[in-house]
């Protein structure tokens, strides 16, 4: 009973490369969502996936590009890393779009860039 | 839009004591309400949610939390706290409409032995 898979779990980066976040579930939900947490900041979402095949931008786009490849996989992707970009990635997904869904969270990955 | 705000960034308890954490929520209609509760270097677990169906609602672990909707408040609380409470606890609120889930800043919870 996997929930919310992510890979990788750490990574490092210099400042310019690229690389991309993977998260799988495998609870038939059918919204996932991208979420970068910051100390004292909370959780901010990055984009989110409604439903297969949709899309959007949430509260800190800037710097990333998702891809909903199919109903379980939803990846993050950074073109150009910069050090603003270090932070603890989270990706989570939830039944239905309706509000009174709670989310089931992976278990993180901490990116530095330096 | 649905905010919710926490009130003091850490709580220090000793063990046995009453932990009290504090979640006030902005909605212009009725709200659904969650705390999440997350360990080190772990990823965030579902410890209750409130989506009308009673005012106080338990959940994981002995914790509970009422809405007070006079208060706009959805407050935590557990009894008698444990070292493995430990933790960090957010608060978050949606709206049936809602797209997303919007967490508050977090409350670090420490127990003293």
């Known amino acids: 009973n996997a929930g919310v898979t992510q890979t990788p779990k750490f990574q490092v980066l210099k400042t310019g490369q690229s690389m991309t976040l993977q998260c799988a579930q495998d609870?038939?939900?059918?919204?996932m969502y991208w979420y970068r947490q910051d100390p004292g900041m909370g959780l901010r979402l990055i984009y989110y996936?409604?439903?297969?095949?949709?899309?959007d931008k949430g509260e800190v786009p800037n710097g990333y590009n998702v891809s909903r490849l199919n109903k379980r996989e939803f990846s993050l992707r950074l073109e150009s890393a910069a050090p603003s970009q270090t932070s603890v990635y989270f990706c989570?997904?939830?039944?239905?779009?309706?509000?009174?869904?709670?989310?089931?969270f992976g278990s993180g990955t901490r990116l530095t860039v330096v | 839009a649905q905010s919710v705000t926490q009130l003091g960034s850490h709580v220090s308890v000793s063990e046995g004591a009453l932990v009290l954490l504090r979640c006030n929520y902005s909605?212009?209609?009725?709200?659904?309400l969650f705390w999440y509760v997350q360990y080190p270097n772990q990823g965030l677990q579902l410890l209750l949610k409130y989506t009308s169906a009673a005012t106080l609602v338990k959940g994981i672990n002995g914790f509970e939390a009422e809405f007070k909707k006079s208060e706009t408040s959805f407050h935590l609380t557990k009894p008698s706290a444990h070292m493995s409470d430990a933790a960090e606890y957010f608060c978050a609120v949606s709206a049936p409409s809602d797209y997303k889930l919007s967490f508050g800043a977090g409350t670090t919870v420490t127990v003293r032995a």
């Open positions: 989570a997904s939830r039944l239905g779009f309706e509000g009174s869904y709670g989310y089931t």
């Open positions: 996936s409604a439903s297969e095949g949709t899309t």
């Open positions: 609870m038939n939900h059918n919204s």
């Open positions: 909605s212009s209609v009725p709200p659904y």
